[in-house]
Every structure is written in C-alpha cells, then in structure tokens.
C-alpha cells in the first residue's frame, strides 16, 4: 500500500478507500478475463461442459457491469465478441447462455408505447410534482 501523501485525515481516509476498491476491481477483472478465455478454450477444444463454462463467463461479465467494474456497454460489446467467438467453433449452445436471463415472452414481445429502436430501451419519465407545468407557470 501506497504511503498517504495527504495531511487530511478524510483525503488519507479516502486514499485507503480507494486503494481497496482498486484491488477489488482488479481482482474482478482478472476473474473476467480467465473466464472468459476458459469459455473460449472449452469450445476451441469441443467440450462438453462449454456451455457451461460460457454461461458462467457471461455472468461475470453482467456482474462486473452491475457492479461498476467495467461499462455496460463494453461487457456487452465482450460479450458479443465472445459470443461470436464461441459461435465460429460450432457450439449450439451459445443462444442459450445469451438469453438465459431472458424469458422468452419478454424476448418475443417488445415493448409497448416506446418509440426507441429496438435494442435502446428509454427510462421512463417520472411525474414529479417539482416539474410539473404549474409549477414553471407560478415562477
């Protein structure tokens, strides 16, 4: 661990904070990396249990983006590349782990009332009363 360089003790504090969460992180990434070049290594190979082993990479994947470890766009951009990667090799299996967390009416069915794109999902707008239009109009 790094010497604190700051005189404050919030800023030494937070320079300890940071430092775990540096090493938590990396940690993470690691874990990332290995399962997915185990994914890769099990459909190279023909195995069995490659399924399984992508599965598991793409949860890490979704897990680390929950989590803040890497963007959701780039674990999706990864796990499209594994996808396609998996997928040159002959697996099968490699549409069921995309869409494990999918059921298949939310898959079929898109969404009603949006005029986003498909594949762009629009947060809903929310009714506060702060910006209602009365609200403007009494300023």
Do not use: C, W
Not at 7 to 13: A, D, H, L
Not at 28 to 54: H, N
Not at 96 to 120: F, I, K, L, N
Not at 121 to 129: F, H, I, Q
């Amino acid at each position: 661990m790094l010497l604190p360089v700051a005189n404050i003790k919030s800023q030494i504090k937070r320079i300890g904070t940071n430092e775990k969460s540096r090493l938590r992180n990396k940690a993470a990434k690691a874990e990332v990396k290995t399962r997915i070049k185990s994914a890769v290594y099990t459909a190279e190979t023909g195995a069995d249990d490659a399924a399984s082993y992508l599965r598991l990479a793409v949860k890490r994947l979704d897990k680390a983006a929950a989590r803040g470890i890497i963007h959701r766009n780039q674990a999706s951009n990864r796990k499209s590349a594994l996808m396609r990667h998996v997928a040159r090799f002959g697996a099968p299996e490699a549409s069921d782990a995309e869409t494990a967390g999918v059921d298949e009416a939310d898959a079929a069915a898109p969404e009603q009332g949006t005029s986003a794109p498909a594949g762009h999902s629009r947060r809903p707008r929310s009714s506060s009363p702060s910006r209602s239009s009365s609200a403007t109009k009494a300023k």
